[in-house]
């Protein structure tokens, strides 16, 4: 299904395109995550960070800070997906030896049953509807260019850089 875009198209008609179809990926991969979630009775939070618990070595331990850099979530919002999981017994938390200020967060049976089954029913969803979207050739095309994308350090570009390119459009065409 075509969109009609106006303009905004115009500000970079190769760019905003994409970047909106990559915006209406995300938010269609996003409600399946919710959907799939929700079965499992987690939050996509609470699954991000027990994935991330899950998916480091053995015995599945990181310090919050750690957690924090690899999940996509806030250190204030960390706090309440711990608290939450902790009550629910999905991870436990112990003093690190003698510094009582860090309580390294380490995955439960129970939390490592639970994602596993939640990760499993994400990753078959997942398949299926790439799989039925794009061709085996496609999803290796995609993933190369994404990878290269989210590589790149362009995709950190400043407010500053930002902010100089837009002084280039006509504000008098607003």
Not at 2 to 12: A, R, V
Not at 16 to 22: E, F, I, R, S
Not at 27 to 33: E, F, I, L, S, Y
Not at 84 to 110: F, H, M, N, Y
């Amino acid at each position: 299904m075509g969109y009609q875009f106006e303009w905004s198209i115009s500000y970079d008609p190769v760019v905003v395109p994409l970047m909106l179809d990559l915006a209406r990926t995300r938010k269609n991969n996003h409600q399946r995550v919710k959907e799939i979630c929700g079965r499992h009775l987690l939050t996509p939070a609470e699954f991000d960070v027990l994935a991330t618990l899950r998916n480091c070595a053995s015995p599945y331990e990181l310090i919050p800070s750690e957690i924090q850099n690899r999940a996509l979530i806030t250190s204030g919002g960390l706090t309440k997906v711990l608290h939450q999981l902790e009550v629910r017994e999905l991870i436990s938390r112990t003093q690190a030896g003698g510094d009582q200020r860090v309580k390294p967060v380490k995955l439960t049976k129970l939390g490592g049953r639970l994602i596993a089954k939640a990760m499993k029913e994400l990753a078959e969803n997942s398949g299926l509807w790439i799989r039925q979207s794009l061709s085996i050739e496609e999803i290796a095309q995609l993933s190369r260019i994404m990878k290269k994308l989210a590589d790149s350090s362009d995709a950190r570009v400043s407010c500053l850089k930002i902010k100089s390119k837009t002084n280039l459009v006509d504000e008098g065409a607003l």
